[in-house]
């Protein structure tokens, strides 16, 4: 019923881009708000973007101004495009669907209730 999954992880360079891609069920992206987390080894997941059912976004301040969240809906697919990434974006990052009648911005673990697999982002120096 429920099946998010993330990819275009890779190895970039820092000051280089790469854009995630996250295929949901018809049913989650319509209707849920979606968020991008991500975690590094030793370290909580930490917020990174969030984007509403009506296309607002709110970023991170470690991440304003360098990546940005959009969501399509005829794909089923929410995506993370990161900018000027610099080696403290290195971690593995999570899609994930909020639940039902989470407080604007959506920026807490809490207010998730499904989660993909993730995909690991690695900035070389």
């Known amino acids: 019923q429920v099946q998010l999954v993330e990819s275009g992880g890779g190895v970039v360079p820092a000051g280089g881009s790469l854009k995630l891609s996250c295929a949901a069920s018809?049913?989650?992206?319509?209707?849920?708000?979606m968020g991008w987390f991500r975690q590094a080894p030793g370290k909580e997941r930490e917020f990174v973007a969030t984007?509403?059912?009506?296309?607002?976004?709110y970023f991170a301040d470690s991440v304003k101004g360098r990546f940005t969240i959009s969501r399509d809906g005829a794909n089923d697919t929410v995506y993370l495009q990161m900018n000027s990434l610099k080696s403290e974006d290195t971690a593995h990052y999570y899609c994930?669907?909020?639940?039902?009648?989470?407080?604007?911005?959506?920026?807490?673990?809490?207010?998730?209730?499904?989660w993909g697999q993730g995909t690991q982002v690695t900035v070389s120096s």
């Open positions: 994930a669907a909020a639940a039902y009648g989470g407080a604007w911005p959506t920026g807490g673990r809490s207010q998730y209730e499904y």
């Open positions: 018809g049913r989650i992206f319509s209707s849920r708000v």
């Open positions: 984007i509403s059912r009506f296309g607002n976004t």
